[in-house]
């Protein structure tokens, strides 16, 4: 019998996510706010996790005016059987009318009461209601510096779900680990350790991998070499928020390095897989920082 694979810090992440939108499903609070970079899977855990509790979702994405979001809260404000979900309505953050709607629905004592004061307001409103809805936001990016917007996430669970490079090619790696179709696994390792030698002094996205399997399909179907497609598109990424973060992981790296030496000394297999096990990072990492380390001697 096989035995279960570790879960990697990606989908321990998830895991979290999971069961803070498992308190949102089971009314044990009433709001979640979740930040993230793009493509790190939180829209698809939350409405797995909503389905699997048996929670209706009614989604809102993109655009929605201050209006619209007083009509909505208002057509669910006694809904108990679904969650209101909105999913990358960055426009909602950056309006000072709709956070102060947001406050009122998120927080009140005792009562959850949502007014809207406006001769414009449709006579099919009232100027004033209380909710009981259950809220789950996520967005990529938030907005800084915003005394409205933090009160509104004083009033949720928040979860932030950062990944760095290194998380981001751990899960390249299980993910690529069987290959795909047309790519197979040998193929697919070669891909993500080229994206981990190239991407270095980037920002790697969870996105990037399933376009760079693309790429090498049809390039070498084509009969063409696939790494400057690939490159192009990594040279596209913007750079780590924090060069002093790089250089942390780099001297890690070499730190790691000098202790499998130690333990391994006439062994660079074995101190290679200690290196690997340590870091969750590929045998070429292992390699260029060993590399690094012999310079410097």
Same mark, same amino acid.
């Given at each position: 019998?096989?035995?279960?694979?570790?879960?990697?810090?990606?989908?321990?992440?998830?895991?979290?996510?999971?069961?803070?939108?498992?308190?949102?499903?089971?009314?044990?609070?009433?709001?979640?706010?979740?930040?993230?970079?793009?493509?790190?899977?939180?829209?698809?855990?939350?409405?797995?996790?909503?389905?699997?509790?048996?929670?209706?979702?009614?989604?809102?994405?993109?655009?929605?005016?201050?209006?619209?979001?007083?009509?909505?809260?208002?057509?669910?404000?006694?809904?108990?059987?679904?969650?209101?979900?909105?999913?990358?309505?960055?426009?909602?953050?950056?309006?000072?009318?709709?956070?102060?709607?947001?406050?009122?629905?998120?927080?009140?004592?005792?009562?959850?009461?949502?007014?809207?004061?406006?001769?414009?307001?449709?006579?099919?409103?009232?100027?004033?209601?209380?909710?009981?809805?259950?809220?789950?936001?996520?967005?990529?990016?938030?907005?800084?510096?915003?005394?409205?917007?933090?009160?509104? &996430?004083? @009033?949720?669970?928040?979860?932030?779900?950062? #990944?760095? *490079? !290194? /998380?981001?090619? $751990?899960?390249?790696?299980?993910?690529?680990?069987?290959?795909?179709?047309?790519?197979?696994?040998?193929?697919?390792?070669?891909?993500?350790?080229?994206?981990?030698?190239?991407?270095?002094?980037?920002?790697?996205?969870?996105?990037?991998?399933?376009?760079?399997?693309?790429?090498?399909?049809?390039?070498?179907?084509?009969?063409?070499?696939?790494?400057?497609?690939?490159?192009?598109?990594?040279?596209? &990424?913007? @750079?780590?928020?924090?060069?002093?973060?790089? #250089?942390? *992981? !780099? /001297?890690?790296? $070499?730190?790691?390095?000098?202790?499998?030496?130690?333990?391994?000394?006439?062994?660079?297999?074995?101190?290679?897989?200690?290196?690997?096990?340590?870091?969750?990072?590929?045998?070429?990492?292992?390699?260029?920082?060993?590399?690094?380390?012999?310079?410097?001697?």
């Amino acid at each position: 019998m096989e035995l279960a694979r570790p879960k990697t810090r990606l989908e321990e992440k998830q895991e979290t996510l999971a069961n803070m939108v498992r308190m949102i499903a089971q009314k044990q609070y009433h709001s979640l706010f979740c930040i993230s970079s793009a493509g790190a899977g939180k829209s698809r855990t939350i409405t797995n996790v909503l389905e699997e509790e048996g929670q209706d979702m009614i989604l809102y994405n993109s655009h929605c005016t201050t209006l619209q979001l007083y009509r909505v809260l208002f057509e669910n404000r006694e809904n108990e059987n679904a969650v209101l979900f909105f999913d990358d309505a960055d426009s909602l953050y950056t309006s000072a009318a709709a956070l102060g709607i947001l406050r009122s629905a998120l927080f009140g004592q005792p009562n959850r009461i949502v007014t809207y004061n406006s001769s414009q307001l449709p006579d099919d409103l009232p100027a004033r209601f209380e909710t009981t809805s259950r809220f789950i936001f996520c967005a990529n990016q938030i907005p800084k510096r915003n005394p409205m917007f933090d009160a509104v &996430l004083t @009033r949720c669970l928040v979860y932030r779900l950062d #990944l760095s *490079n !290194a /998380e981001i090619l $751990e899960q390249f790696r299980v993910m690529s680990e069987h290959g795909y179709p047309g790519c197979p696994p040998e193929a697919a390792a070669e891909i993500v350790d080229f994206i981990e030698e190239h991407g270095s002094e980037k920002q790697l996205s969870m996105r990037l991998l399933t376009p760079a399997i693309r790429i090498y399909k049809f390039c070498t179907e084509q009969g063409q070499d696939w790494r400057p497609v690939v490159l192009a598109q990594l040279q596209n &990424l913007g @750079r780590p928020g924090s060069a002093t973060k790089r #250089l942390a *992981n !780099a /001297e890690r790296d $070499e730190r790691l390095v000098r202790e499998a030496i130690r333990k391994f000394p006439d062994s660079t297999a074995d101190a290679c897989r200690f290196y690997m096990d340590k870091s969750a990072k590929s045998r070429a990492s292992f390699y260029r920082s060993l590399k690094r380390v012999k310079n410097e001697e």
